[in-house]
């Protein structure tokens, strides 16, 4: 089946500092990649997605590339704010003709001023 | 939209009650996921159903557990009897179609005590 290796946590940052978190996964086919963001206390939200090789994903900032040859979808941000503080999840989707996504353990992100 | 709606936000019982969690998804998805989040095993996908249908419950922990979706607007999990280790936060999410986004609502916290 499918999996996910996904950066471990938690991530400590300074306001403005760039931000990347690794993704990795292995699938069947080519399936499409999501990035999901969960503020504390709160349900899990798309922050954003990338359906086929080389598409670029991107939202409030975040941006992730789908790189097929090295199956991963790293998470970036260039300036980080402290409302970015939340869990980040990836997660690729399996392929043709299912219907679940496989999530990572997700990484904790802490922004502080 | 009002987005997905779960019900109760949060729940307190003692160890052998049942507990029945219950979620209105999205109008017009047609795709419905239940999933266990726990700080010790991560996002879990317990069962998700298709046109109301159950698709995959291999995620079900064991028999206490019990997912149905009469109609398109509706779904329950029932857990009975409860046990601590079921102590966790349920999403229920919902997606248009296979390999679209899946929105999460904001989850039940259960405490079995």
């Known amino acids: 089946g499918n999996s996910v290796t996904q950066m471990e946590g938690p991530v400590t940052l300074s306001e403005e500092a760039f931000l990347t978190i690794n993704c990795t996964y292995t699938?069947?086919?080519?399936?499409?990649l999501f990035w999901y963001v969960q503020y504390p206390g709160e349900g899990l939200q798309l922050l954003l997605k990338?359906?086929?090789?080389?598409d670029k994903g991107s939202n409030k900032g975040f941006e992730a590339t789908y790189r097929k040859e090295t199956t991963s979808f790293h998470l970036e941000k260039g300036s980080v704010q402290v409302s970015d503080s939340a869990v980040y999840f990836c997660?690729?989707?399996?392929?043709?003709?299912?219907?679940?996504?496989?999530f990572g353990k997700g990484t904790k992100l802490s922004v502080i001023p | 939209d009002a987005g997905v709606i779960q019900s109760p936000r949060h729940e307190v019982t003692e160890m052998g009650q049942e507990v029945t969690l219950r979620c209105k998804p999205i109008?017009?998805?047609?795709?419905l996921f239940w999933y266990r989040q726990t700080m010790m095993r991560g996002l879990e996908l317990l069962i998700y159903?298709?046109?109301?249908?159950?698709?995959?419950d291999s995620g079900m922990p064991e028999d206490r557990f019990s997912a149905k979706m009469p109609n398109a607007s509706f779904s329950t999990l029932k857990i009975q009897p409860s046990e601590p280790r079921d102590s966790a936060v349920y999403f229920c999410?919902?997606?248009?179609?296979?390999?679209?986004?899946?929105?999460f609502g904001p989850g039940t916290r259960l405490l079995v005590l």
């Open positions: 997660a690729p989707h399996s392929g043709a003709g299912s219907y679940q996504l496989t």
């Open positions: 699938a069947t086919g080519y399936p499409s």
């Open positions: 990338a359906t086929k090789a080389d």
């Open positions: 109008s017009g998805h047609n795709s």
């Open positions: 159903f298709n046109n109301n249908v159950p698709i995959d």
């Open positions: 999410a919902s997606a248009l179609r296979k390999q679209e986004t899946q929105y």
